[in-house]
């Protein structure tokens, strides 16, 4: 108690002596010391605060959350529309399984149609015929060979006027061409048929997004059939259209040749 | 937080106080008071805002709610009301929808049935049992009687002639022109198949449309346009029959004039040699 009593004593003895530093200390201890958090019932401030955070609150509900609702309302009557009426998924799917079905008669279709047709009976004939229905290009380079086995090579010029070798030989030329045309259009044809097979396919797994796509590429390739289909039309024009000139030829050969025998029985009959 | 905010003010109140008690001179008390003037310059926390400044803030976030905020949502609302709109009342009208799929219905009941009638009439017109087998075997759409055609056509245009009743070449022709005259009948047998296939395809696909969506209409359409591929490359091979066919008779004629040719240059000869001799 007594040192207790004695240092307090020393205590103001100090302050009185060193007054500077005593005021010193209390005012940065003052300026230091923690200062008390302001309640929120009692600050004026943080009840501004709350009011205008509670109105902010409020306007974000019924601006932006109406505003958003009614746009979610639209959004979901878009969507019902959508997968109701345009894309419905059950729809959707049945044409899909259509399509998949409709690969079940492409396979038949083509199925009968790679049946063999050949029919001749003769060595020759049936090699001919072979290469005739082939569908295969690279045998072209054979037809005329074969074609001259069966229907005989152009007479030699001994043995046929110019003229008849001539009508001879555009004729066989046109006669040959068609059927080559015709080993062509068979091998077209199957590779079309196989696009078709490919295009169909891919429209069974595609989506209502990529259908058109896939459509169109199918359109191109009916352009492109239908294109084909036309040349073998001309082709087949071409063989009537040279028909139709022979037959103009025999009458003409015919009117020359009679022209031809009276002259030389006129000659025939001058002699004594 | 607060035990730590304790501690430090501790801590320092004692450091502070006893270097001030200990400083000797003037300068030393000088140093210390400096010391803790930077000190509190430091660790004291920054002056509270006003109130009138916190009221402005919030009215300005209010005014950004009600102003931009509400006007974009209110565009975005009207905008998408009106892509609604135009989709049920422009690009897919429901009645609209519903009157197609019913003009497909319509239209199967109305030539669906006759159409098909039509083309099942029956063209037979032979009178001969040999004639009547061949045509029966041409129209009947099979593919699997090409031997039993090959026999009718033999019975009613008579076979190849036996090598002492022509002459190699007219053998070879004949054979060849056989070949082509029954290729192309079995062809056409063929293609009277697929022809059947083909349709039995397009009344699926018309089938289908008549409950499609606008969404699975392009698979149709795609299918269609598939089954029409394939319908033109049976169309070029029967073409391409048609093609050896003619050709075929365009070559037949030709040979003939050949023979023709050959046969009127050794007649000139035998002529010319006759009255040579008289």
Request: hydrophobic share 45%.
């Amino acid at each position: 108690m007594k040192n207790v009593v004695l240092r307090g004593k020393k205590t103001l003895e100090w302050i009185r002596r060193y007054k500077v530093r005593t005021a010193v200390l209390l005012g940065i201890f003052v300026l230091a010391a923690p200062k008390p958090v302001k309640s929120q019932f009692l600050d004026p401030c943080c009840a501004i605060m709350g009011a205008g955070l509670n109105t902010i609150g409020n306007a974000l509900g019924s601006v932006i959350g109406g505003g958003l609702n009614a746009i979610l309302s639209i959004e979901q009557d878009i969507s019902k529309f959508e997968q109701t009426i345009v894309w419905p998924q059950k729809l959707i799917n049945q044409a899909r399984a259509l399509v998949s079905d409709m690969q079940g008669v492409f396979t038949q279709m083509e199925g009968v149609m790679r049946i063999p047709v050949n029919s001749a009976t003769l060595p020759a004939t049936q090699q001919f015929e072979q290469n005739l229905l082939s569908r295969d290009p690279n045998q072209i380079p054979q037809t005329s060979t074969q074609y001259v086995a069966v229907y005989g090579a152009i007479p030699d010029a001994a043995a046929a006027s110019p003229e008849t070798r001539n009508l001879v030989d555009v004729t066989d030329a046109a006669a040959q061409a068609a059927m080559k045309r015709a080993i062509e259009i068979d091998a077209l044809a199957d590779l079309e048929l196989q696009a078709a097979d490919e295009i169909n396919q891919s429209i069974a797994t595609a989506a209502p997004g990529s259908a058109p796509i896939i459509e169109t590429q199918a359109d191109v390739w009916l352009v492109r059939a239908n294109a084909y289909t036309q040349s073998a039309t001309a082709d087949l024009m071409r063989v009537q259209a040279v028909d139709l000139a022979n037959a103009s030829a025999d009458v003409k050969n015919g009117a020359a040749n009679t022209t031809a025998i009276r002259q030389q029985i006129y000659n025939l009959l001058k002699r004594p | 937080m607060v035990v730590l905010t304790r501690f430090l003010f501790g801590s320092f109140f004692v450091f502070f106080s006893y270097a001030m008690v200990v400083a000797r001179n003037r300068r030393q008390v000088l140093a210390v008071t400096l010391a803790g003037v930077l000190f509190v310059a430091l660790a004291s926390p920054p002056p509270a805002l006003a109130q009138g400044s916190l009221v402005a803030v919030i009215q300005s976030v209010l005014n950004i709610i009600n102003g931009k905020i509400q006007s974009a949502l209110n565009a975005i609302n009207s905008v998408r009301a009106g892509v609604d709109r135009y989709y049920q009342e422009a690009i897919w009208p429901v009645s609209v929808i519903n009157q197609a799929k019913a003009l497909v219905t319509q239209m199967i009941g109305q030539y669906r049935n006759p159409m098909r009638s039509i083309f099942r009439v029956n063209l037979n017109s032979a009178i001969l049992p040999n004639p009547i087998a061949l045509e029966n075997g041409m129209r009947n759409h099979q593919t699997s009687d090409f031997p039993e055609l090959t026999t009718s056509f033999g019975k009613a245009f008579g076979s190849v002639p036996t090598t002492t009743a022509a002459s190699p070449v007219d053998r070879m022709m004949v054979d060849m022109d056989d070949a082509l005259a029954m290729d192309t009948l079995k062809t056409l047998k063929e293609s009277d198949a697929a022809d059947d296939f083909t349709l039995q395809a397009a009344d699926s696909i018309e089938d289908q449309a008549s409950e499609a969506a606008p969404g699975s209409a392009p698979f149709l359409t795609a299918t269609a346009t598939a089954a029409s591929i394939e319908s033109q490359a049976l169309t070029q091979k029967m073409l391409a029959a048609e093609l050896r066919q003619e050709a075929a008779r365009l070559a037949h004629e030709n040979a003939l004039r050949k023979r023709g040719a050959t046969i009127t240059g050794d007649v000139s000869t035998l002529i010319l040699n006759l009255l040579k001799r008289r």
